[in-house]
C-alpha cells in the first residue's frame, strides 16, 4: 500500500496531468440554493438503425458535512426540450450525506438520446452545492450498457433570500 501514491503520482506525470491539474475540478462552492442540470439518455444508437433502450436513474447527493439540504424540484425534459415528467410536488429535505433518487424506466423509453434532469434545490445557510449523477443502463441477450453523467450547475445562489 506504501507503493500505491507515488505510483499513482508517477502515473500522472507519465500522462502529462499534474497533481493540481487533477484536483483543480474539486473546488468547493457553498451557495444557498441552485439548479443543476443533469444529461441522461433514455436510448443509445448501437449501430446507424438500430437504438437500445435504457433505464435512467437520477441520483442527488448532499455531501454537506454539516446542513440539510432541500430538493425543491424535479424535473424530466426529452430531447425535444419538452417537459416529460414532474417528480415532485413537496419538496424533499436531506440530511447530511443523504440521497434520494428518481427512475425512467428502461419500458418508459421516452426522452430519446438528448433527455435531461433540472434539478433545483435549496438551504437555509451556504452548504457545499449538491452532487447529481445519471446513471444508464440497459441491454439485450449478453450485451450490456451502462455508462455515468454528472451534473452542472447552470444557476448558483450565493445570498441568502431577505
Known amino acids: 500500500m506504501k507503493h500505491f501514491l507515488p505510483a499513482v503520482l508517477l502515473g500522472l506525470a507519465v500522462t502529462g496531468v499534474s497533481v493540481t491539474q487533477a484536483w483543480a475540478d474539486n473546488t468547493l462552492i457553498r451557495s444557498v440554493g441552485g439548479t443543476i442540470y443533469v444529461p ?3 436510448t443509445a444508437f448501437v449501430s446507424e438503425s438500430n437504438k437500445q433502450p435504457l433505464a435512467t436513474i437520477l441520483v442527488v447527493h448532499n455531501v454537506d ?3 440539510s439540504i432541500s430538493l425543491t424540484s424535479v424535473r424530466y425534459y426529452g430531447s425535444d426540450g419538452g417537459l416529460i415528467r414532474t417528480f415532485e410536488d413537496t419538496p424533499i429535505d436531506l440530511t447530511t450525506f443523504q440521497s434520494s433518487d428518481f ?3 428502461l419500458r418508459e ?3 430519446g438520446a438528448g433527455a435531461n434532469f433540472i434539478v433545483e434545490w435549496s438551504a ?7 452532487v447529481a449523477n445519471a446513471l444508464m443502463t440497459g441491454g439485450t441477450g449478453t450485451q450490456g450498457l451502462s455508462f ?11 445570498e441568502p433570500a431577505q
Open 40 to 42: 441522461a439518455f433514455s
Open 148 to 158: 455515468r453523467t454528472d451534473g452542472y450547475v447552470i444557476d448558483r445562489i450565493t
Open 124 to 130: 437555509e445557510v451556504p452548504v457545499v452545492e449538491p
Open 65 to 67: 458535512p454539516k446542513s
Open 103 to 105: 427512475a425512467i424506466g
Open 109 to 111: 423509453n421516452v426522452g
